[in-house]
C-alpha cells in the first residue's frame, strides 16, 4: 500500500476513555484521553455511571485526538473498541439507556429465591456446588434489577455490556464481542457463544435470548459508522467498526503474549495475570477461563480485584506530600513515588502485605480481607507503599503457579502493561519477586494497541493473528532480577506470604461473624 493506513482503537476504561490511532506497525500516532469518575454512589456498596456520560466522554476524546493530529481521516481503514468489563446497562428499543449502569465493582447483592431445577439442581446438590451457583445469581445485575425495578426490567428491550452499549452508538446495531463477555449473563465461557437453552443459567436470572445482543468473534465486521455516530464523534461515516475484545483481553495481544509459556501481567485497576490457550482450562475450579482477542482462544486468568487501586487508595490517603510536589517541580507523581519505593530496602524490612481488599471475592474465599504484618517503629509511609506493591506481585505470582500447575506449561517470560507498568520501581520488584525478566511492551496504551491488531486482522491489512502481532508489538525496556533481592523475596514468599492466607482465614471469618462486614 503507497498511502499510510490508520486504525482508530477506543479504550473505555474504567479510569478514562481514550481515542488512540495507531499505524500498520503498532505506533501509537495519536490520543486524545478524557479522564472519568470512575462511578457514584447512591447506596454504600454501589457503583453506577450515566451511560451518555460514557458517550459524551468518548466524543469528546475523538476531538481532543483529532486536534493533535493532522491526518487525512480518509486514511483511517476501521474502527475497533474495547472497554471495562463486567458493566450492565439496561436500555429500551432504541438503545436509551433505562437506568445507570451498573459497574463491575458495584457490590450489591440479589436476593436468592428457590434452587435451580431439574437434573442441574439434581447435579450441583450431589457435588456440593448449589453455594457456587448462589453466589452467581446473587452477583448478576439481571436479578437485582427484575427483583428491585420490576416495571423497569419489563421495559429492558435489551441487557448490554459498555462494549454492546458503545457498538450500538456507533453502528445502529444491538452487537458485540464474544471476546467483551465477561459477566454475570448466560454465556457459555466453553463454547464461546450464549448458552445453550437448557442451560442451567437461564434459569438462573429472567434474562431471555432476544434481550441480549448478536456475537461476533474478534476480526468480524460488527457495522459501520453511522452518520449520527459520525457527527458526534468526527470518525468519518461509513467505516467499519471490528470486533475487538474486553480491556484485558486486548492487553494481553497487544503486549504480544501469545504463547502459553508469556504470562502477561495487568498492572491496572484490577490486577490479572493472564496466559493464551487454544484449549480451555480452569485455572481455578468453577472459575472459566475469558474469551481471548484472538478468535477461539482462550485466557486463563487470576485476579487481583483491587489489584492497582490500592495504589490510587495509597496516594489520595498518603500520598498528598508527593502529589504537591510533583505539580510545583512540573513532573509526574509517579516519579516522587518511585523514589518512596527506592527508599526501601526489598522485603520492606518484614512488612507483609496480603491484598484481598475487596469483600465477598469468589477467591480465595468470600471471607477474605486484606491484611498487612510485621510493623515496626522503623515502617513508615514508604515502606507501606513498597509492601503494597510487594504483595500485589506476590499474589500475582501465587496465580502464576497455578496457571503452571493446571496447565502443565511453565511460564518463561512475562510482559508488564499497565498504569502501575510505568513504574520503574513496580518493574524492578516484579522480576525479582518471579525471578524473571520483566518486559515493558514498546507502547503503554497496550489495550488499545490489541483493538487496533483485531480491526487490522478483520481488514485484511495483516493476513493473521501471528503476523499482525509480530508487526505491531515490540518488547521496550527490560528489567531483569537482583540476585540478592530475588534471594529475600523468594524466602518471603516461600515462608511467610504462602502461609499468611491460611493462617488468617479464620480470624477473617470472626471478623465479619462479629461486624457482618463482609456480609
Not at 163 to 174: A, I, V
Not at 184 to 206: G, N, T, V
Not at 260 to 267: E, K, R, V, W
Not at 461 to 468: S, V
Request: charged letters at 20%; proline letters at 7%.
Amino acid at each position: 500500500m503507497s498511502e499510510k493506513s490508520y486504525l482508530l482503537a477506543i479504550d473505555n476504561g474504567t479510569q478514562s476513555v481514550r481515542a488512540l490511532l495507531f499505524d500498520l506497525e503498532g505506533n501509537l500516532v495519536g490520543k486524545g484521553k478524557v479522564p472519568l469518575e470512575a462511578y457514584y454512589s447512591s447506596q454504600p456498596g454501589w457503583a453506577e455511571q450515566d451511560p451518555d456520560y460514557y458517550w459524551d466522554s468518548l466524543g469528546e476524546a475523538c476531538r481532543l485526538l483529532w486536534e493533535s493530529v493532522n491526518i487525512d481521516r480518509s486514511l483511517i481503514r476501521g474502527v475497533s473498541l474495547t472497554t471495562q468489563r463486567g458493566t450492565v446497562i439496561n436500555v429500551d428499543e432504541q438503545g436509551k439507556p433505562l437506568r445507570p449502569a451498573i459497574l463491575w465493582l458495584d457490590q450489591r447483592q440479589a436476593e436468592v429465591q428457590g434452587r435451580i431445577k431439574g437434573p442441574w439442581g439434581w447435579l450441583f446438590k450431589a457435588i456440593g456446588l448449589e453455594g457456587t451457583v448462589d453466589y452467581f445469581r446473587a452477583q448478576a445485575e439481571a436479578n437485582w434489577v427484575a427483583q428491585n425495578q420490576p416495571e423497569l426490567w419489563s421495559r429492558t428491550h435489551k441487557v448490554l455490556l459498555l462494549s454492546g452499549f458503545l457498538s450500538h452508538r456507533l453502528c445502529g446495531r444491538f452487537v458485540d464481542s464474544v471476546a467483551c463477555q465477561v459477566a454475570y449473563l448466560p454465556f457459555d465461557y466453553k463454547r464461546l457463544q450464549w448458552a445453550a437453552p437448557r442451560d442451567w443459567k437461564w434459569q438462573s436470572m429472567p434474562v431471555r435470548r432476544e434481550q441480549l445482543p448478536e456475537l461476533f468473534k474478534p476480526g468480524e465486521r460488527l457495522g459501520s459508522i453511522t452518520a449520527e455516530a459520525s457527527r458526534h464523534t468526527g470518525i468519518p461515516e461509513g467505516l467499519p467498526l471490528v470486533a475487538a475484545g474486553a480491556d484485558k483481553a486486548c492487553e494481553v495481544i497487544g503486549a504480544g503474549g501469545v504463547e502459553p509459556s508469556t504470562a502477561c501481567l495487568s498492572y491496572g485497576t484490577t490486577a490479572t495475570i493472564n496466559t493464551t490457550r487454544r484449549k480451555y482450562l480452569e485455572t481455578i475450579p468453577l472459575i472459566p477461563p475469558y474469551p481471548a482477542a484472538i478468535p477461539d482462544h482462550f485466557n486463563t486468568e487470576v485476579m487481583i480485584y483491587r489489584g492497582f487501586w490500592m495504589v490510587s487508595w495509597f496516594k489520595q490517603e498518603f500520598g498528598l506530600r508527593e502529589m504537591q510536589q510533583a505539580k510545583e517541580l512540573g513532573v509526574e507523581p509517579e516519579a516522587l513515588f518511585d523514589d518512596l519505593v527506592n527508599s526501601v530496602p526489598p522485603g520492606s524490612m518484614g512488612l507483609m502485605l496480603q491484598p484481598y481488599w475487596s469483600p465477598g471475592i469468589r477467591e480465595p474465599g468470600l471471607e477474605a480481607k486484606g491484611s498487612i504484618i510485621g510493623f515496626g517503629d522503623v515502617h513508615t509511609r514508604a515502606h507501606i507503599y513498597r509492601a503494597i506493591l510487594e504483595g500485589l506481585a506476590y499474589a500475582l505470582r501465587q496465580g502464576k503457579e497455578q496457571i503452571e500447575k493446571r496447565s502443565g506449561t511453565s511460564i518463561t517470560r512475562l510482559r508488564v502493561s499497565g498504569g502501575g507498568s510505568q513504574s520503574d520501581a513496580a518493574m524492578q520488584l516484579t522480576a525479582d519477586i518471579f525471578g524473571l525478566p520483566a518486559e515493558r511492551p514498546h507502547v503503554y496504551e497496550t489495550s488499545g494497541l490489541g483493538a487496533a491488531i483485531d480491526c487490522a486482522v478483520g481488514l485484511g491489512l495483516h493476513p493473521d493473528f501471528p503476523t499482525a502481532i509480530r508487526a505491531m508489538t515490540r518488547v521496550g525496556r527490560v528489567f531483569q532480577p537482583d540476585p540478592q533481592a530475588r534471594l529475600t523475596y523468594e524466602r518471603l514468599y516461600r515462608e511467610v506470604y504462602q502461609g499468611m492466607y491460611k493462617q488468617l482465614r479464620p480470624l477473617y471469618r470472626k471478623i465479619r461473624d462479629i461486624t457482618g462486614y463482609p456480609a
